[in-house]
Structures are given as structure tokens and as C-alpha cells.
């Protein structure tokens, strides 16, 4: 993964940043011995598999943009592993979201789309990684900056310092068609200023000798598409991809990966970054085309099938990279591995097994980042669950549920009963029904599928049901 030279639109971000490392060299930690590590999350909005430049398998050219370029996270790819195979645990945001902070699955926690009433979740008592971090040492210190996307507020989970509990429109979201049409911005979806945010809280971590959790959860690159005027002249003149040919997407996911480069350079300075866990991870994946809800023949995701609102391929799998002390340089995994699973990781990163919980749907992939020999993943259920048991009119357009057990995938739509079954390591794209070919396979998916659903009590889909603003009881719908 060759890094590309910094060009001029980067650059133009970087100037809008001005003085972020300005001073740094100066607050180098005292103790680089430190006996936690410290913990870097970036979690970006609506990222596809392949929307980065990055192969995420290694040699298919598939797996990455043939238009976008994102040379930080190829660097950062370079100091770590990539995940082949990870998962988003929802096709939307929230849901995501709710699972990366809590290890449960949408369906266990009951939130299943984006706007629906959470009252119903006790987010004081769930554990957290804020909280599961604590744990094991009262020293750590948490912050999040930029889109939350969740109910209730940061610091109820355990961040001692945020921007608040932020949404779509704090990014600049304007929900009508002109969020197609690219907006020239010198700080575009607000991406200096969070890294601005991060670096001052890594920096006052460092100060006080205390490890952190810090998560920087951009805006970008959900609509509304904008952009520096530097990374727009560059991809306005660069021959489009065949896959992959919106030049204001592509600015925009340039300008977010020199904020990555920003941080990365930040960690260095403070002397941190040889004992900081990077991961860099989107929440789904990317619409299936531009404008999101035109109709359209091949998904940006291609040749996964489909995107965001989903439960395919396209609208679940996710770029994933992970990087810090003791992990293979320039490594590839092909295990499934989930949002789910980032909470229990991280905790046994920081040295507290958390896998017995029986509480939680995911399981540590520890093992993995360090290729133990034979690590696998354990979880409470054998599988990979996903519930979207809603209509809407952008995607599928009908409740369904899904389930990854090894190679094999199973969707099933909840308002006919009907299922399908892709064998996903020859069809990544879910083009053909195996199930006369393996109708036992099917069937056993399908049990697994539906006993989960009833174990966790999870939304049922039923007509007129939307799960959206009125309260969970008041549905009174649950398998």
C-alpha cells in the first residue's frame, strides 16, 4: 500500500487546522513507560468496504476505490491489520452505534433504526467502554467529539469530556436533494475542529499522566457532501473511476483522511503513539449511490450487493484497521468480526476479560490482532445477527433479519417468512440462492435465527409499524 505525497488539498486542510501541533513537542509524556495503553477510536460516518483506498482484501483491486485516495489510512494500514471481514452490527447509524459502546446486539437492545425512542434502555447501568475501561484502572480518562448519534448523553456512559450528544445536523445534514450537490467549505463537516478537540484532550491526558479513551466520531462523509476548495480542483480533474466517480464524495473523504493524518501526527508528537490502539471503523456502509435514494443498477459498494439501510453485504460490512503496540505490521484477517465485538476487546487490550458476560453478544478478537495461533472469536451466539424488522422506502423496502455463520449468510423476510442463503466466500455479492444446495445449512440458520430473536424479546415487525418517536411499550410487538 504505497503512501501518496501530500498534495494541495490536504494541505489546505491542514492550513485550516493551523496551529494544532503547535506546542506538542513540548508536552512529550515523562513517563513513556506508561503502564496502560491508551485507546484511539475513529468511528466515520457511512464509510463503504471499498470507499477508501486501502485493499481490504489483500491483491483485489475490488476491495478498494478506483477513484478515492486516502493515503494516511494506507499508512496506518501499513502499521497494522486490516479485517477483511468486519461488520457493522446495523445497516444505519444508531444502531451501530448503540452496539459499539454497549456489545449488544440492535436486537437486544431494541433499537433498530434511526429517530426511535430510547427510553426504554437503562443507559446509566449498561456497561460501556468508558466504563468497562474504569474497571480496570480509575485513572482512564474518556472523551468523545463529534457525532453521537445515540439517546441520552456522553458523560451518562462515562465521558468526562465531549461536545454533547450531537447529530446528523451538527455535520451540516440538510435532509432534502441539495445534500447531493457539493458545498465548497474550508472546514468541512467540521473536521478540523474535532481534530482540534482530540489532539487538545490527547494532549491534556498527557499532561496529567492519565491513559485515555478518546473517540472521534466524524461527520464526515454523510451527507451533506462538502468539501476544501483544494481537494475539489484535484479530483474535478482527475479521470474518474469506473466504480467510483463523484468528485465532491471523493474530496470529501480526502479531506477526512488528512484529518486522520492530523491525529497520527499529533500521537507522535505527544510520544504516545507507541503505546496507542488506533482503530478506524465506519458505522455502516456507504449509501448505494449519489443521490442516496435515486434507483440504480450497480451499489458504489459493488461488488458487494446493495448499502446503508440493508442488511447485504454493502449496507454492513465496514473497512476496519487496527494498529498499536504488538500488532502484526501490514497484516490481513479474513475473520468476521463485529461492531459488537469492540467493547470486549478493547477491555482485554486494557487487561479485563469481559466474555463471560453473558449479557453481551460480542466477543474479543484480542487473539486475532496478535495471530495467536487458532484465535478465534467467541460469542455468546455462534453468528453474526442482524434486525432491520422495518419497511422503508429507500432500500429492500421490507422488514428482514440476517445471520452469518462462517462462509454462509441467511436472509429472512419477516413479512413473508421467505429466506435466501448466499455462500459468501464465492458470492460476495449474495447473486445466487444456495439453498437447494444446502437446504439443511438453510434451515439450521434459520432456527438459530428466529431462537435469537425470541431469546432477546427484539422488535417484531408487524404492518403499520415504523419503531420511530412513540415508545417501545407502546408497539407492544416483540418476537
Known sequence: ??????????????????AILVGCDAEKSLDSERLQPNFLFILVDDQGWNGTS???????????????????????????????????????????????????????????????????????????????????????????????????????????????????????????????????????KRIGELTRSALDFMAEANASNR??????????????????????????????GVRHMDSGFAAMTADLDAGLGALMRGLDSLGLRDNTYIFYMSDNGSVPNIPGAKPYTR?????????????????????????????????????????????????QLAGRFIGGDSTLDGGSFHGLLFEEDEATVTRLTDGLIFHVPYRNGIALK???????????????????????????????????????QFSQTSEALERQLDAYLHSVKAPKWAEGITWKKHPLESFNSYH
Open 211 to 240: 491513559p485515555f479513551y478518546l473517540q472521534v466520531s466524524h461527520y464526515a462523509v454523510h451527507a451533506s457532501i462538502q468539501a476544501t476548495p483544494g481537494q475539489l480542483e484535484i479530483f474535478e480533474s482527475k479521470a474518474a
Open 54 to 188: 486501502v485493499e481490504m482484501i489483500e491483491g483485489d483491486s475490488l476491495s478498494r476505490s478506483d477513484f478515492f485516495e486516502t493515503p494516511h489510512l494506507e499508512a496506518l494500514a501499513d502499521s497494522g491489520m486490516v479485517f477483511s471481514q468486519a461488520y457493522a452490527a446495523a445497516p444505519v447509524c444508531a444502531p451501530s452505534r448503540y452496539s459499539i459502546q454497549f456489545g449488544k446486539t440492535p436486537a437486544r437492545l431494541s433499537v433498530v433504526r434511526v429517530g426511535m425512542n430510547t427510553d426504554h434502555i437503562q443507559h446509566e447501568a449498561l456497561l460501556s467502554i468508558p466504563k468497562a475501561l474504569a474497571g480496570v484502572d480509575s485513572n482512564y480518562v474518556a472523551g468523545h467529539f463529534g457525532k453521537w448519534g445515540m439517546g441520552s448523553h456522553p458523560s451518562i456512559l462515562g465521558y468526562a469530556h465531549s461536545d454533547g450528544p450531537n447529530q446528523n445536523k451538527a455535520g451540516g445534514f440538510v435532509n432534502d436533494r441539495s445534500q447531493w450537490t457539493v458545498q465548497p467549505k474550508e472546514d468541512p
Open 1 to 18: 500500500m504505497p503512501l501518496r505525497k501530500v498534495d494541495q488539498g490536504t494541505a489546505a486542510l491542514l492550513f485550516v487546522m493551523g
Open 299 to 347: 451499489s458504489l459498494n459493488y461488488p458487494l450487493s446493495r448499502g446503508k439501510w440493508d442488511a447485504m453485504e454493502g449496507g454492513v460490512r465496514v473497512p476496519l484497521v487496527v494498529s498499536g503496540p504488538g500488532i502484526a505490521k501490514g497484516a490481513y484477517c479474513d475473520q468476521p468480526v463485529s461492531g459488537c465485538d469492540i467493547l470486549p476487546t478493547i477491555s
Open 398 to 436: 421490507r422488514p428482514h433479519s440476517a445471520i452469518r455463520q462462517g462462509d454462509f449468510k441467511l436472509l429472512k423476510f419477516q413479512d413473508t417468512g421467505e429466506t435466501y442463503l448466499y455462500d459468501l466466500s464465492v458470492d460476495a455479492g449474495e447473486t445466487t440462492d444456495r439453498t437447494a
